[in-house]
């Protein structure tokens, strides 16, 4: 199979190279429906609702699920982009990680945060997606699509709306879009 | 116990020739140079297999910082340094504190020379306190057998008082030496003015403040007939206009300094103040030229400027630091590098030409000091060194006898090295190292 | 001899020091301005802080007075979430002549994760790095040796104006803008570091250079400098995009260099004539502080082509930007014979 350009903020240097596709651009679709369902049935009003997506993979993502919703429920739904580059708390660890834009047009404070993102793993994204957003205020409730659970927590994190779950193992890799979600290995260049 | 020593199985160098011969050592002179000789019982017996064995190295400028400066080198211990670097004389620089610009301090300085293993000579001032104005008293000092005057750290700056200088010291059969640089035009630098400087943001200071003062000089002994000897020369054009002066018929000599002949300007890229030094290290131009002119035989002598420096003067930052590297331990081998196998060559720039220079031969008429320089002969006073041209080394900043540590070539590998040195007929290193 | 003389380039400045821009690629520098960038982004926040370098220590040390320069890295510190140590050692008693080793000492032993320095003498940095090799030295001014921070905010603020002019950002740009840019330095080139670190950032990026002064006041051997020396200050004037003014460094002792203040100006200075006669997309350029009436007109620094606010704004999501990649980024695997 081709090599993917990488779509999550991987360090520099490293390719994902799939190995099979589990997941097909319909199936990722319906699942998208489905979530989007499950969102409305949980909020009452989804004026409150503003959808962030979570830079880089989880941005189409949401832009998708953020569509969807604001064609079931009628609504303009708000949207947002955050990136949580300057917020991990791993930062020694990895090498530096390329930013991306940051966008969040207003006070989040009493509003209902759907936080999305293209696949949950150990949960030190979400993590430092949780602390960046108390910047913006105080969100009455923050809740998470994931379009994929690969498992492996390593945080008392848990997704509220999930596409698919899919045990992994730590040498694999996902890949994760609204084209599709294939598995495979992470190689560097 | 027997004084008798036997320097076996190496080359003896002498001044024109060269022979593969055993030297015998008794009471302090060569008893006997010739092939396989019996060995008296009860001598200590030096393995020269490989080696040079020629007169001891003479060293015409070295820093012992006695009085004053004590905790960067003393007289024993800068005398240590030299017998490991094969030297059997030393000659004293003047910029001690107090200056040695009367014969008092000269001869404390002469006195602490006594205990020390190699011979030390004293070199006086020029001018009281090395100010440049007035005459310090060359003659008590010249007296006390102080042969070489200078003001180094500095050169006289004024041209009359140089005259003057030069005029009175005439006569008394002693010679002038001369850091040649313009202070005005050197202008407070800290490195060779060039590409490099302006690169690096250090003020420079202009090859043009050494070669003016040559030049200045070199009419001043036209003027008055008075020799002089140039003291680290470290550009193509001094070199060149010391060599034509020469040709002339001019009485001048000139010396150059071992890390003028190995480093250049590009060596203060990492402000490291290990490499600040006045004169400043050169282009890498300036560097050939030396070599060149030393293996040739335009320059006269090696001479180390060995300048100890307490190491946390060093560790200021490089506008702040003192000037000056060590050298006494290593300038032989760099010697050897820039000129290969002629041992002739070799022993004349780094013995018999400063030796004459410094006027510590047999043939020069001096109190208390033993004959340097020699050609090996029988009568000679053992003062000779055991060099082995091949042994391989690297040098450790740890490691070293001086006091100081402040050398540039710590961890570069080395080739030549000192086997065994006798001052006086004493063994003072064997195999390498201190007895 | 070439201006690198000898050191390695290195592609980006995580995990390393930033001493000098003399050994740092066009890569390495777009990467600071790319993250300078996304800090700018954080700087326009109501709560303008992230906590990516909470629990380091950043020492700042300025043997120099500064006091513009000093607050802006430590509100970049501050701003990174990092603890800051202040000390403005010119007003402290560090005897002259104290040995640099044994001025980190006293700092280093409260340990600290990096120190911002500014020192009168050209390598200070560079030998406190060998004295304290585990602590990241970020040079803020070193004799006349080298200011990287403000070479890298110079560049960043040109490419801001020249981004928005054509309708794209500046991470977007890349390097691009300044292929070709013409670009003429003034002034007092021989004491400034910043000349230096302009000169370096801006051929880096792929910019021309050329450089105009008093034949005192240019450095003494330019030949290996990437710039062309030009004579007649009005015709460069004509030839530039950006004219980056220079201070004259009287406390450098420029003043021996030159007959006069008023001397400099007429045939050096940036007057209200020249200024007017520049063409109206010229951009104009000064580190700071001014010396206004000498080598700038005061109604000349209040131009709209005249950066030097938006300079200054730019220091602090720069210092931020070079603290980030100098601490949390972490250097390629060094090589055994390093």
Redesign the interface.
């Given at each position: 199979m081709a090599e993917r350009e990488r779509r999550h903020a991987r360090p520099r240097g490293v390719i994902f190279v799939p190995r099979s596709q589990l997941l097909t651009e319909d199936e990722v679709e319906r699942a998208l429906r489905r979530m989007a369902h499950e969102v409305v049935e949980r909020n009452d009003d989804p004026r409150t609702l503003v959808v962030i997506g979570l830079q880089t993979g989880g941005v189409p993502i949401a832009e998708r699920l953020r569509d969807i919703l604001a064609d079931i429920t009628g609504v303009d739904i708000e949207f947002g982009l955050l990136d949580v580059a300057f917020y991990r708390d791993d930062v020694s660890l990895h090498p530096v990680l390329e930013s991306a834009e940051t966008s969040i047009s207003s006070d989040l404070t009493d509003r209902t945060v759907i936080l999305v993102d293209d696949v949950l793993y150990t949960g030190r994204t979400i993590r430092a997606a949780l602390n960046a957003l108390s910047d913006w205020g105080r969100p009455r409730f923050v809740q998470l699509a994931v379009l994929v659970d690969r498992g492996h927590r390593e945080l008392p994190i848990r997704p509220d709306f999930v596409g698919k779950n899919l045990p992994t193992s730590h040498d694999e890799a996902i890949d994760a879009g609204v084209d599709g979600v294939w598995i495979g290995t992470l190689v560097a260049k | 116990m027997s004084s008798d020593v036997v320097i076996s199985g190496g080359t003896v160098i002498h001044a024109r020739s060269t022979e593969r011969a055993d030297v015998l050592v008794r009471d302090g002179r060569v008893l006997a140079v010739g092939a396989d000789l019996d060995r008296p019982a009860g001598a200590t017996v030096i393995d020269a297999e490989g080696c040079w064995v020629g007169p001891g190295f003479v060293d015409l400028h070295t820093h012992l910082r006695e009085p004053g400066r004590e905790e960067a080198e003393t007289v024993l211990s800068g005398a240590r340094a030299a017998a490991v670097g094969g030297y059997s004389a030393v000659v004293a620089m003047p910029n001690t504190e107090p200056a040695i610009d009367n014969a008092m301090v000269a001869q404390f300085v002469l006195d602490r020379g006594r205990e020390a293993v190699v011979d030390v000579a004293v070199a006086g001032a020029i001018t009281i306190g090395r100010q440049g104005e007035h005459l310090a008293e060359i003659a008590e000092m010249a007296a006390l057998g102080v042969r070489l005057f200078t003001d180094d750290g500095t050169g006289v700056q004024n041209p009359l008082v140089m005259r003057r200088a030069l005029t009175y010291a005439r006569p008394l059969g002693v010679r002038l030496a001369q850091h040649c640089e313009d202070e005005a035009l050197a202008a407070g630098g800290v490195m060779n003015e060039g590409e490099v400087s302006s690169c690096l943001g250090l003020a420079g200071r202009t090859s043009v403040a050494e070669e003016l003062m040559v030049q200045r000089d070199i009419e001043l002994v036209r003027l008055t007939g008075c020799p002089l000897h140039f003291l680290h020369l470290s550009t193509a054009r001094s070199i060149a206009m010391v060599t034509a002066a020469r040709r002339e018929g001019l009485p001048v000599t000139c010396e150059v300094a071992p890390h003028h002949l190995l480093l250049d300007d590009t060596a203060c890229a990492d402000f490291d103040a290990v490499f600040k030094v006045h004169p400043p290290l050169r282009t890498a131009s300036d560097v050939s030229a030396a070599r060149d002119a030393l293996r040739d035989g335009r320059i006269d002598a090696v001479a180390t400027d060995h300048a100890p420096h307490a190491p946390e003067l060093k560790e200021m930052s490089f506008d702040d630091a003192p000037a000056g590297m060590l050298g006494l331990e290593h300038a032989a081998s760099i010697t050897l590098d820039v000129i290969g196998d002629d041992a002739l060559r070799f022993f004349d720039v780094l013995s018999r030409g400063p030796a004459a220079i410094a006027q510590l031969r047999s043939s020069d008429e001096r109190p208390r000091h033993s004959a340097h320089g020699g050609d090996v002969r029988e009568g000679d006073d053992a003062n000779l060194v055991v060099f082995d041209p091949r042994q391989r080394y690297t040098v450790d900043r740890e490691k070293l006898q001086s006091r100081a540590v402040n050398t540039p070539y710590d961890g570069r590998v080395f080739v030549g090295r000192t086997r065994a040195l006798l001052v006086r007929g004493n063994v003072r290193v064997n195999e390498g190292s201190l007895s | 001899?070439d201006?690198n003389?000898?050191?390695e380039v290195i592609d980006?400045i995580?995990g390393r020091n930033l001493i000098t821009l003399?050994d740092v690629s066009q890569q390495a520098i777009v990467?600071i301005l790319?993250?300078a960038e996304?800090f700018a982004?954080?700087n326009a926040?109501?709560?303008k802080?992230?906590?990516?370098?909470k629990g380091r220590v950043v020492a700042s040390l300025f043997f120099e007075e500064s006091t513009r320069t000093r607050l802006s890295f430590e509100t970049a510190a501050k701003r990174?979430s990092a603890d800051v140590l202040s000390l403005a050692v010119a007003s402290s008693s560090v005897k002259k002549?104290?040995?640099?080793?044994?001025t980190i000492a006293t700092i280093e032993a409260l340990g600290i994760d990096a120190v911002v320095m500014r020192?009168?003498?050209?390598?200070?940095p560079?030998?406190v790095s060998?004295?304290v090799p585990h602590v990241r030295v970020i040079n803020a001014g070193?004799?006349?040796?080298?200011h990287p921070t403000q070479g890298l905010l110079d560049v960043f603020t040109i490419r801001q104006v020249l981004a928005a002019r054509h309708g794209t950002t500046g991470r977007e740009s890349g390097c691009e803008l300044f292929a070709g840019l013409k670009v003429l330095i003034v002034g007092d080139l021989r004491h400034s570091?910043v000349a230096?670190s302009d000169v370096m950032a801006y051929t880096t990026l792929g910019a021309t250079v050329r450089v105009c002064a008093p034949g005192t006041l240019l450095?003494?051997?330019?030949?290996?400098?990437p710039v062309e020396v030009v004579e007649n200050f009005d015709d460069a004037l004509g030839w530039a995009d950006v004219v980056g003014v220079l201070r004259l460094q009287k406390e450098r002792g420029t003043g021996s260099l030159v007959p006069s203040l008023g001397e400099f100006t007429r045939t050096h200075g940036l007057t209200w004539e020249r200024a007017r006669r520049l063409s109206p997309s010229t951009l104009i350029t000064h580190p700071g502080p001014m010396n206004r009436g000498v080598e700038i007109d005061s109604r000349v620094a209040d131009l709209d082509v005249a950066l030097m606010e938006r300079q200054v704004a730019n220091g602090v999501p720069i210092r931020m930007s070079v603290l980030?990649?100098s601490?949390?980024?972490?250097a390629p695997e060094r090589s055994t014979d390093e």
């Open positions: - | - | 001899m201006w003389v000898g050191g980006s995580a003399r990467e790319d993250t996304a982004e954080v926040r109501a709560i802080k992230v906590p990516t370098l990174l002549g104290e040995s640099l080793r044994d020192h009168s003498a050209s390598g200070a560079e030998q060998r004295f070193d004799g006349q040796h080298q570091r230096r450095p003494v051997d330019v030949s290996q400098w980030y990649l601490l949390a980024g972490r």
